[in-house]
């Protein structure tokens, strides 16, 4: 896995992998990014993994995104149908930060279920679980998904439950996951 060098320009909160704990990362430390995928960094300072958020992105010289609101390409609201679409679609640029491979590939997400609460409004209730159930990370990735789905403009409240039945096994992952993986 390649990694690129950047050294921190300000102080940024960072998540310890895989146990969760919120730290500061001091400016003019460097980091070495593993893994930048779903808006998210994973990164190694002083050898020790971090997660650090899309919102911070500047603390390694990255430009912040900031993500459009959703839109559909029809006019009018979005029929349950399309959510559905969109809702996986969002929860696939959600990723463990030590698994190059989005949750849904990976067999994370058990189900989600979307609930019209009025007219052009949903709730979103996901049942999620994690690779191994003593990971610190489960309530980063949990609050990850949750905030995806929430930038989603018809969906007004989302739940993620996280469960360990039945416990995940590589079995769960797509094939394109195992093949990215090696595992075939």
Known sequence: ????????????????????????????????????????????????????????????????????????ATSGPMTQEQLEKKVWESLKTCYDPEIPVNIVDLGLIYDCHLTPVGENSFKADVKMTLTAPGCGMGPVLAQDVQNKLLSLEPIDEANVELVWDPPWNQGMMTEAAKLQLGLL
């Open 1 to 72: 896995m390649s990694s690129e060098q950047k050294v921190l320009v300000r102080d940024v909160e960072a998540s310890v992998v895989p146990i969760g704990t919120k730290v500061t990362l001091q400016k003019g430390e460097t980091a070495h990014i593993t893994q930048s995928l779903g808006g998210t960094y994973t990164v190694i300072v002083n050898g020790n993994m971090f997660r650090i958020e899309s919102k911070d992105a500047d603390a390694l010289g990255f430009e912040v995104v900031v993500a459009a609101p959703s839109t559909t």
